[in-house]
């Protein structure tokens, strides 16, 4: 099992362009969570979803968008990129207890 | 909307001295989890507490909950270099005590000196 897959890895975009972040997880989980992560802050929610076409907004939630047209994926969008969207973003799929993460995307807006 | 708060933000020690973080909500919880993220690497789950009181030990890690099921500390006796990293508690809460999302702690960053 892989568990909690990631693509891309990095990625550097131009202020205003747009771009979709990918995550799978192969471990027929229900729920599963975006979140990013910036220097002295933690992990903060920004969408999650409790199943296969479901979504639903986290804490900081504006600027993006995020689909689950199928159960082992979930898409996080950035409609127009913004520098203070850069972040380190995580993937997590909740098993019963424990949250299983992603190991992350590195993204950089110029 | 709930919210963890976690103490000391980073903690410097020498190999072989005693570590200890702490979590604390305004709010009762209903558990509480504690993560573990490596440099560079990603969140790694740890342990989970429900009970008031409890107590979980694994290996040089002890884990506590408070009576009130408001506060939680992670005890590492005696760390080596392989402890370093931050060290997160969580804990499921939300508008209305919904149990759908974790709300994590701004973590501890733990430094280990050779």
């Known amino acids: 099992n892989a568990g909690v897959t990631q693509t891309p890895k990095f990625r550097v975009l131009k202020t205003g362009q747009s771009m979709t972040l990918l995550c799978a997880q192969d471990?027929?989980?229900?729920?599963m969570y975006w979140y990013r992560q910036d220097p002295g802050m933690g992990l903060r929610l920004i969408h999650y979803s409790v199943g296969e076409g479901t979504t639903a907004k986290g804490e900081v939630p504006d600027g993006y968008n995020v689909s689950r047209l199928k159960k082992q994926n979930f898409l996080l969008g950035l409609e127009s990129a913004a520098p203070s969207q850069t972040s380190v973003y995580f993937c997590a799929s909740r098993g019963y207890n424990e949250q299983f993460f992603g190991p992350g995307t590195r993204l950089t807006v110029l | 909307g709930q919210q963890v708060m976690q103490i000391p933000q980073y903690q410097h020690v020498q190999e072989g001295e005693d570590f200890t973080t702490y979590c604390n909500s305004s709010t009762t919880l209903s558990n509480i989890q504690w993560y573990k993220q490596r440099p560079g690497g990603h969140p790694v789950f740890l342990i989970q507490?429900?009970?008031?009181?409890e107590v979980k030990k694994q290996k040089r890690l002890t884990f506590q909950f408070g009576e009130a099921k408001k506060n939680s500390s992670l005890h590492i006796t005696a760390t080596q270099t392989t402890d370093v990293g931050t060290y997160f508690c969580?804990?499921?809460?939300?508008?209305?005590?919904?149990?759908?999302?974790?709300?994590f702690g701004t973590g501890t960053l733990l430094a280990v000196q050779p």
């Open positions: 969580a804990a499921f809460g939300g508008y209305g005590g919904a149990t759908n999302k974790l709300i």
């Open positions: 471990m027929n989980h229900e729920y």
């Open positions: 507490l429900v009970k008031s009181g």
